[in-house]
């Protein structure tokens, strides 16, 4: 069975100013998310899950569906606040969703195969697509190997501001040992510098592997997340901006050895809408890569 592609659609971008998911950045109106979709079917995906909120149904579904229809199978699943176990109740304060991990959570009912995850507004390059399918084409429903496609740091920034990066630190075989959030990552000077919690800069390298929410894993890792959820929100489910996220969950299968997780490095370059400055820069990146001849002008006559 072919693996699924997950896409994590569900928030709003308030540092973009917009629902940036279907925001138009190719010659023809193309979303970044046309790109990801276009990249994971040439490499063999077959079946696409979106994760939404409710109310985004109507505009997706007018989005996409006229294009993926007799492409790839599709379905919708729905990440709201009160998508919670019994006995918990959502704090009257909260706002935005549960997190990545909550965001995976949801997709249970339509996951029977190992599958991989995506952020909605990223573009990762064809050949990370390529190295995660045939990861997860070797994998079981039942193993309890998962992947993290490593990006090299330089070739994650944004040029109008600072982004926060998953470091990945790992063991001799390249699997992961540890993710450590480095927060506020920027240029300055010709180097790449991080601050730390009491605002001292440090300069990083940057060829340092950091994940972009690019993962792979299979159906066994729903019951790890369905044991960790329930602690997280004993523990800070009181707390409205605490939020429930993908590398805290693989930390802590490495650090209890319930799991291994691979680093397949890419030199591919992402490119990502933070804020609304980077929008000219994707464009103009998606139209070099149609002159190079990597996307078609018209993407979707195939």
């Known amino acids: 069975m072919n693996p699924s592609l997950v896409i994590l659609a569900a928030g709003m971008g308030s540092r973009y100013g917009g629902v940036k998911q279907i925001d138009q950045f190719g010659p023809n109106g193309e979303t970044i998310l046309d790109y990801s979709i276009y990249d994971a079917i040439q490499v063999g995906f077959k079946k696409i899950v979106f994760v939404i909120r409710r109310e985004l149904e109507a505009d997706f579904k007018a989005v996409f569906n006229p294009k993926l229809e007799n492409k790839v199978e599709v379905h919708y699943v729905f990440q709201e606040l009160d998508n919670i176990p019994s006995g918990f109740s959502v704090p009257s304060e909260r706002k935005k969703p ?138 800070k489910g009181h707390n409205p901006k605490a939020e429930f996220f993908l590398p805290w969950v693989l930390d802590r299968l490495i650090q209890t050895d319930q799991a291994k997780v691979k680093i397949l490095p890419t030199n591919e370059q992402w490119f990502g809408v933070t804020y609304k400055e980077d929008k000219p820069i994707v464009q103009k990146s998606i139209r070099d890569l149609i002159v190079e001849g990597k996307y078609p002008e018209n993407l979707w006559d195939f």
């Not at 995850?117 to 697509?129: C, E, L, Q, S, T």
Request: hydrophobic share 40%; aromatic share 14%; glycine share 8%.
């Open 98 to 235: 549960w997190g990545t991990a909550h965001a995976v959570m949801v997709t249970e009912p339509a996951i029977d195969e190992p599958f991989a995850v995506i952020n909605a507004d990223d573009f990762y390059g064809r050949g990370a697509y390529r190295i995660l399918f045939d990861f997860l084409k070797a994998q079981s429903n039942q193993s309890a190997e998962y992947a993290i496609v490593g990006y090299r740091l330089d070739k994650t920034l944004s040029d109008h501001g600072a982004v926060s990066r998953g470091v990945c630190q790992s063991d001799e075989s390249g699997y992961l040992q540890k993710i450590v959030e480095r927060t506020k990552i920027y240029r300055k000077n010709g180097k790449i510098v991080y601050l730390d919690e009491n605002q001292g800069e440090h300069e990083i390298s940057g060829s340092v592997m950091v994940s972009m929410n690019m993962m792979g894993f299979t159906p066994s890792i729903f019951k790890f997340m369905n044991v960790f959820f329930k602690d997280f929100l004993e523990k």
